[in-house]
């Protein structure tokens, strides 16, 4: 495969036409993390989605890229909104697994003699791990209302304050969910799976900000040094994973019925404006305003475990969220392309929007900055707060990184680190701990992924998005 240097943080991949290709590749990476990528499917699967129709612009991969099913996590890829197409594979199957931070008015010295006590609040009142269940429930009725409505209804049943949406991506809520689209399995895998935090590498972290990069925009932000806030990272669970399933199902039909040949049958697509397409963009959408909702419960448990640790009101506790972001996202957006403004349909599969100021999706408290991408790390690592940047605007469908990237199958993690050198790294640098199993520290320790600090870097070389704030771990939860 022939890759190219542009600069230190960009490759690319030409389009070849022997290979059936109708657009490049371009790579936002360094020379080391390339030669990761290279160790598995990535760049073979970002070539393969090179030979779908109606692409705008090349295909992208994020620095965190690595191998998915059929397509890259931190892969971007866009079609034009009128000839292209939708494909359940490039999303996803944790549709809006996505990102929350949450802002407190404490320091780590008011903090660190109740940390204890706080991590076990937050580890009883959010459940965790596989087939961890909401103790308050929910109807079918209600989650037909989340589906459609999204974080308002949440709101409306008393989870969380009136001005929580104006925080989130689509204000909580993207239009077009359509619930008769959902097979009656998702339906019960939701209701189930409501205001829960899950497994693999979903987390609940407390965190201090540890460091600031640029002063004015944190200002905007609400962040300062020494401030304790709260990263929860988890998406549509067992509902999103269900739609995608089912909807693979029926595209393999549609590739077959079509006689659609594919370079790799992962890759199965339905196009735009077809019923196949509308249906699973339907019930697609359904997941993200459930997983926006799933988000929103779980702050309002994370508020009032803080309530229960410090015997004061959350408001008091200054927990406003900073932001709400999806990944393993579709969605309609203008860009512009070779000097033109297009309607785009943009994958966003492991990867996260960063819209600079000025764009109208970006809420008016940050339009004048732009707006906040929440870049996790890996376990017991930093985490980072960056402003989507210009150069994102140009080149990127407005996309960034999602995460730091894994370098290693959670099976090979298994194999090869031992729960104990995960527990003695946390423990020496004095992180609380809460955790369902063994097995799921080493499947998530901190050498099974890339150098969040390496990958930051290349976003902020590249413009696409500015570093705010570093933020390092004091407890972690995970399912």
């Known amino acids: 495969m022939d890759i190219s240097k542009i600069n230190d943080v960009k490759f690319e991949i030409g389009k070849d036409e022997s290979q059936g290709m109708n657009t490049g590749v371009t790579i936002y990476t360094t020379e080391h993390m390339l030669e990761q990528m290279k160790k598995d499917k990535t760049l073979h699967q970002a070539r393969n989605a090179a030979t779908l129709p109606s692409i705008a612009g090349n295909v992208l991969v994020m620095p965190d890229g690595h191998e998915g099913y059929g397509f890259p996590v931190g892969g971007v890829v866009a079609f034009d909104a009128e000839s292209g197409i939708v494909s359940p594979g ?3 199957f944790d549709i809006n697994c996505g990102m929350r931070l949450i802002k407190t008015n404490l320091t780590e010295k008011e903090l ?7 991590m076990d609040k937050l580890f009883a009142n959010v459940p965790s791990g596989v087939g961890s269940k909401f103790k308050a429930g929910f109807s079918a009725s209600d989650l037909q209302k989340i589906a459609e409505e999204g974080v308002d209804y949440a709101i409306k049943k008393g989870f969380g304050w ?7 991506e689509e204000n909580g809520h993207i239009e077009g969910a359509d619930f008769s689209k959902v097979s009656d399995l998702a339906k019960k895998r939701g209701k189930e799976g409501l ?9 609940l972290e407390v965190q201090r900000v540890d460091k600031i990069f640029q002063s004015e925009i944190a200002k905007s932000y609400g962040l ?13 669970r067992g509902f999103g994973h269900q739609i995608c399933s089912d909807y693979l199902r029926i595209l393999a039909e549609y590739q077959s019925r079509n006689n659609i040949k594919l370079v790799d049958p992962e890759l199965s697509y339905a196009a735009i404006g077809s019923k196949e397409a509308d249906d699973y963009l339907g019930a697609m959408r359904c997941a993200i305003n459930f997983a926006f909702s799933n988000r929103q419960v779980i702050t309002d448990s994370i508020r009032k475990s803080f309530e229960q640790t410090f015997a004061k009101s ?9 932001y709400d972001l999806a990944h393993n996202i579709i969605k309609f957006e203008e860009h512009e392309v070779g000097g033109k403004r297009m309607k785009l349909c943009v994958h966003r599969k492991g990867a996260t929007r960063a819209f600079a100021k000025g764009r109208k999706e970006v809420p008016k408290i940050y339009r004048d900055v732009g707006q906040p991408v929440i870049i996790p790390g890996s376990m017991g690592t930093a985490s980072y707060i960056l402003a989507g940047a210009q150069g994102a605007m140009e080149n990127t469908f407005g996309s960034a990184c999602h995460g730091s990237g894994r370098v290693m199958s959670r099976h090979q ?3 090869e680190i031992p729960a104990s050198k995960t527990f003695g790294d946390m423990d020496k640098k004095r992180i609380e701990v809460r955790v369902k199993t063994r097995k799921l520290i080493s499947e998530e320790a901190e050498w099974a992924y890339k150098n969040v600090d390496e990958v930051v870097r290349v ?9 705010v704030s570093r933020n390092v771990p004091l407890g972690v939860a995970k399912g």
């Open 90 to 92: 490039i999303n996803g």
């Open 112 to 118: 660190r003699p109740k940390l204890g006590t706080l």
């Open 162 to 168: 009136h001005g929580d949406a104006q925080r989130i």
């Open 195 to 203: 205001g829960t935090l899950g497994a693999g590498n979903h987390f």
């Open 224 to 236: 300062y040094e020494g401030q304790i806030v709260v990263m929860v990272h988890t998406g549509s």
């Open 314 to 322: 959350s408001d008091a506790l200054g927990m406003d969220i900073l």
């Open 413 to 415: 993690a298994i194999r």
């Open 459 to 467: 976003v902020d070389s590249a413009n696409i998005a500015k570093i």
